[in-house]
């Protein structure tokens, strides 16, 4: 594969720094353009550089601390450009331990955006929120991109919580940054245009010039959004494309083309098939510490088989679910528990689900235990019997609840009460 300029221009910067003998800019240079490579889709000599520069900065041969920020940087846009979590938690971890010793504090605007694209994927939403956050009021001081670089991975986290109109609010000022890509046709697809969808990911795919295979992701996305689209021909072109990728050449490459092309399967009514690559799919997710993928192809297992076998059908959909709310994804849960219901497996509101609730809608739900009937709650809040009624009926559907007073139930166990009755 041919390198980039910037790739050549690094190899003769990491020429220069060893002639000179100078330790911090080789070890810079050397995460640069391991960066370089592994987003040119030369992940394995790309990840051996950054291990390289990671060893040797965390292993005191650099001089000045802040090369410790530089490479630590590099090699968190790496793995979350490749979704290589397990690889990011060790050098952390290692980079944690060093700034306790010297206190370095490594994570700085654009490190915090990658590091919380990382938590994103390995699950951890209340830290990547955290991250992602403080990424965004530091980038007030670094330029546009660090903060385009936190509002992408606010986004990706929003949209998976189940966000999706904050999702899309926080990618208008992101634009068409070619990072963002998969995110934005993500969000138009769960807005319900697959058409927009498709077409953002055509158009970032047709500007690599046959360097598709760095981003496997962006072809897998494009499968969901010809299947969206119903085109399962061009979906089945495009999934056999992730086949022809080498695993090693991405750590996600086989459980993303044992996804796509277990949903081609399905769709083309081979389920057994599909079934076969959609559980070979799970297990690489959970191998790869990717608990959202997992659940999502758990659900999308338990779709192809409940034709022949609703019994494994109900436990793959309560072990998706089950995860899905540990995680805080509401939109998903609410999918895999009305499939869990078509099957006829009762499912319950949890305290999880309560978080998909507006302000409002958790005042009225406050006050249901109480027994007041609408008027009354209007009286209460200050709005009318008829927004009550309203957000009544929101209240059950966001909780998959039948009647009120399985609603008041539900506040009196969890608490939700308002201030003056704690």
Known sequence: MTRSPSADLLSRALDLARQCGDLDLELAALADLGLALVTRG????????????????LGGEC??????????????????????????????AAAESFSETYGCPFLQA???????????AAGDWVLAETELARALAMSAECGREPRIEALAGLAELKL???????????LTEVGDWPQAALVTAQVLAAQGHPDRALAVLKTQLSGMAGNEAAYPALNAGLVDAH??????????????????????QHPQTMALAERANGLVASARGESELAAQRLRRAVA?????????????????????????????????????????????????????????RELGVATKAGPR????????????????????TNPEIAERLFISPK????????????????????????????????????
């Open 353 to 372: 689900q309560a978080g998909q609730l507006s302000q409002r809608e958790r005042d009225v739900l406050a006050l249901l235990p109480r027994g007041l």
């Open 160 to 170: 998976r919580q189940g966000a999706v109109d904050e999702a899309a609010r926080l």
């Open 284 to 340: 690489e997710f959970e191998g790869l510490s990717l608990p959202f993928e997992a659940a999502r192809a758990r659900y999308e297992l338990a779709r192809t088989v409940m034709g022949t076998d609703r019994s494994i059908a109900g436990v793959e959909a309560g072990r998706a679910l089950e995860e899905l709310e540990r995680l805080g994804a509401a939109r998903d849960a609410d999918q895999v528990a009305a499939l869990l």
């Open 110 to 120: 654009r490190c915090r955006s990658h590091d919380g694209r990382v938590l994103v």
């Open 387 to 422: 927004t009550v009624a309203h957000h009544v009926s929101s209240i059950l559907a966001k909780l998959n609840l039948k009647t009120r007073t399985e609603a008041a139930a539900f506040a009196a166990t969890y608490a939700l009460m308002d201030d003056d009755t704690r």
């Open 63 to 92: 001089e000045r601390l802040d090369t410790v920020v530089w490479a630590s940087c590099s090699m968190l846009a790496a793995c979350s450009l490749i979704g290589d979590q397990r690889r990011a938690a060790q050098w952390c």
């Open 42 to 57: 030369e992940v394995a000599d790309g990840l051996r550089l950054l291990d390289e520069a990671m060893a040797g900065t």
């Open 227 to 248: 299947l969206a689209c119903g085109d399962i021909d061009q979906a089945e072109v495009t999934a056999g494309l992730l086949l022809n990728i080498p695993p090693q």
